[in-house]
Nanobody, 125 residues
Framework: QVQLVESGGGLVQAGDFLRLSCAAS????????MGWFRQSPGKEREFVAA????????HYADSVKGRFTISRDSAKNTVYLQMNALKPEDTAVYFC??????????????????WGQGTQVTVSS
């Protein structure tokens, strides 16, 4: 059974940093693109960042460009989201997801078939 498990969330102050991890188990995601999304109460799930498993091609939402970095460790079957200069508006539940059908990263959640359970990130002002 395929599983994605996020970790690394927490409560930080504005300007601080966090690194989220997404560990994939159950199969090798060697040809999948992986993405991070977030959702705040009352809002739709929004794209944050994505990366192709081969070549490391990345794609970011404008709101996080220059502050967040997505990366992956193929040997560990893990994707990371380094979040720097956090802002209160970054507060959300962060989900990682796998897109098994496209080699290039996409921002549309509809293309991602496998989702983790989410990890809470809270940024206080």
């Amino acid at each position: 059974q395929v599983q994605l498990v996020e970790s690394g969330g927490g409560l930080v102050q504005a300007g601080d940093f966090l690194r989220l991890s997404c560990a994939a188990s159950g199969r090798t995601f060697s040809r999948y693109s992986m993405g991070w999304f977030r959702q705040s109460p009352g809002k739709e799930r929004e794209f944050v960042a994505a990366i192709s498993w081969v070549g490391g091609i990345t794609h970011y939402a404008d709101s996080v460009k220059g502050r967040f970095t997505i990366s992956r460790d193929s040997a560990k079957n893990t994707v990371y989201l380094q979040m720097n200069a956090l802002k209160p508006e970054d507060t959300a539940v962060y989900f990682c997801a796998a897109d098994p059908n496209r080699s290039l990263p996409t921002s549309s959640p509809a293309f991602y078939d496998i989702w983790g359970q989410g990890t809470q990130v809270t940024v206080s002002s």
